[in-house]
């Protein structure tokens, strides 16, 4: 458990005359770089993007997961990458709506209510995150990331040989009545603020695009830009093959704790045994929550919890995602059918899952597209890491100088993982980082 793996290095890497022999100052800078080691916590797609990313500054990585890489919020989410996502969730207004939310069975807002007590601090840190000054600061920040999606992504896809699980299809948020669409007036101005293009269709010309779309849809709004992966689990776990096939390392164990000496961690501690480490990056997602908090950094952070339906053997096929303004779902055409996605349930992250709730997305995936027949192949739910201001902590532990930390990303983790990997590593090589980390900072709380 404690052995590394030299990683490969490419062949284009480190300029001319790289690695030549009897360049002895060349060889000597490599080898200082090889003797790096990084142990990332978590293999969502966060942690794995994480990994690749330092593997490419030279550092031996080991991840360390307790189950297989991309099972958790990675596996079953909707497959979009966000990138058209700047609006925060909370947003003005936001306190009239929760409680009406709250106790309507159709709502896609789901609290359960023994998990109040731990919940409210949460929501009313949401609720102020829902000033009109915040929103547009916020919105800047998530969209300072978004910007970056593809140049986070594009060397690891392409040095894992993954573009055939990635589509470029685009996105239609839809519309069933004149007053949603009003409603939505401030979000769609906020997204074409910050730089993102939209087309306006009404319902009859979204449907010669997308003929399965209800009739009850009245306007439509075209994201061409948004692309999206067929299978967010085979994109991950193409990822993590490659890094392995980098040299990388993954152990399969629980990670508990930390023996901490005066410099930081030196140990992290495992259901199998202790881990010896360097430079430790958290990117655990909702189980950040605890292990940051025995590194001596608190984080409002919560599980909301998504879930989603399956439906195999449709005999027709969506040309691009669809997220319903009115239901508050997302479907799309995935490797293995058509996936119906949504719901913001709030529980603790290891509860047993509602099924009712996948019931009541499968009733809307239907009400949005009739076409869908029979029962769901698979119903599934995984817990998103949220914090109360819809942005990620991505930033050095302010305790610990070899710590970093890498979540909550609620439901941009796929869309932002890229970024967050490139902006990991550029902190822990000391190089200036892409984006500018101060509106993530773990102690902004």
């Known amino acids: 458990m404690e052995h590394f793996a030299r990683p490969q290095r490419d062949a284009h890497e480190g300029g001319a005359g790289a690695g030549r022999p009897g360049d002895s100052s060349d060889h000597i800078v490599f080898a200082q770089l090889m003797d790096k080691q990084a142990t990332v916590i978590g293999a969502g ?52 709506k929760v409680p009406k939310m709250l106790f309507d069975s159709e709502s896609p807002l789901k609290l359960r209510w023994g998990h109040v007590p731990r919940a409210l601090p949460w929501f009313l840190r949401f609720i102020a995150a829902a000033r009109p000054s915040r929103v547009e600061e916020i919105a800047a920040a998530r969209n300072s990331l978004l910007v970056h999606t593809h140049a986070g992504y594009a060397p690891l896809i392409e040095g894992a040989d993954a573009r055939q699980w990635v589509r470029d299809d685009g996105l239609m948020m839809t519309f069933e009545s004149e007053g949603t669409f009003h409603n939505a007036a401030y979000a769609l101005d906020l997204r074409r603020r910050n730089g993102v293009h939209m087309d306006i269709l009404d319902g009859n010309e979204a449907r010669q695009m997308e003929p399965a779309l209800s009739p009850k849809v009245i306007k439509v709004v075209s994201l061409p830009d948004v692309n999206r992966t067929i299978d967010p689990f085979r994109l991950c776990s193409a990822l993590a093959m490659d890094f392995l096939r980098r040299g990388g390392e993954i152990v399969n164990a629980e990670v508990r704790g930390f023996e901490v000496g005066g410099e930081g961690p030196t140990k992290i501690v495992t259901d199998r045994g202790p881990i010896d480490v360097e430079t430790v990056v958290l990117a655990a997602g909702v189980w950040s929550r605890p292990l940051a908090k025995q590194l001596g950094t608190s984080v409002p952070l919560e599980a909301e919890r998504g879930y989603h339906v399956m439906f195999a053997n449709q005999g027709f096929e969506l040309r691009r995602a669809l997220v319903s303004a009115d239901r508050s779902v997302s479907i799309a055409h ?66 610990h100088k070899n710590v970093l930390f890498a979540f909550g990303h609620d439901h941009l983790g796929l ?15 000391g190089k200036p980082t892409t984006v500018d980390l101060t509106p993530f900072r773990p102690d902004r709380f």
């Not at 869309?415 to 090589?429: N, S």
């Open 415 to 429: 869309t932002m993982a890229g970024i967050t990997g490139k902006l990991v590593a550029e902190l822990a090589t």
């Open 45 to 96: 797609i966060v942690g794995v993007c994480c990994a690749l990313h330092l593997q490419r500054e030279g550092y031996k990585v080991r991840l360390v997961e307790k189950g297989e890489p991309g099972m958790k919020a990675s596996f079953g989410n909707s497959g979009s990458f966000g990138t058209a996502s700047c609006v925060p969730f909370a947003m003005p207004g936001v306190l009239k």
């Open 334 to 399: 995935m490797h293995e059918g058509i996936r119906a996605t949504g719901v913001a349930e709030f529980a603790p992250p290891d509860a047993a899952p509602d099924m009712r709730i996948a019931d009541m997305v499968m009733r809307h995936a239907r009400a949005l597209v009739p076409a869908l027949k029979g029962e769901p192949a698979s119903k599934w739910m995984g817990p998103r890491p949220s914090h109360p201001d819809s942005k990620p902590v991505i930033g050095r532990s302010p305790r």
